[in-house]
């Protein structure tokens, strides 16, 4: 499996961003999607995942803000983040896997990485 993410750049604080991530190659069928993002100087942290079901998993700093969606016959996944602030500047990685439930937040979980793209916000 290839992953490219793209869409990051520099904003506003306050401002909407949305990430993409295009898949290729085959794709096992219990599976999950997700972003994680490293900002300047720290450990690359689970941002939101989407299962093979559909369900959505979120970190608390981020829910309600940003939402993760994919279309299927697209092999894209989506990151769509509204009023962001300046913690949410940093490196954003798309990963595909198939972590069980209790690791779908945990890094070990996905075997397949985007090659990041990186989000600035100004404030």
């Known amino acids: 499996v290839q992953l490219q993410a793209s869409g990051g750049g520099l904003v506003q604080a306050g401002d909407s961003l949305r990430l993409s991530c295009a898949a290729s190659g085959r794709t096992s069928s219990n599976y999950a999607t997700a972003w994680f993002r490293q900002p300047p100087g720290k450990e690359r942290d689970f941002v939101a995942a989407?299962?093979?079901?559909?369900?959505?998993y979120y970190a608390d700093s981020v829910k309600g803000r940003f939402t993760i969606s994919r279309d299927n016959a697209k092999k894209t996944m989506y990151l769509q983040m509204n009023s962001v602030n300046d913690e949410d500047t940093a490196v954003y990685y798309c990963a595909f896997g198939s972590p069980i439930l209790s690791e779908i937040r945990n890094r070990r979980g996905y075997n397949y990485w985007g090659q990041g793209t990186q989000v600035t916000v100004s404030s």
């Open positions: 989407i299962r093979y079901s559909g369900n959505t």
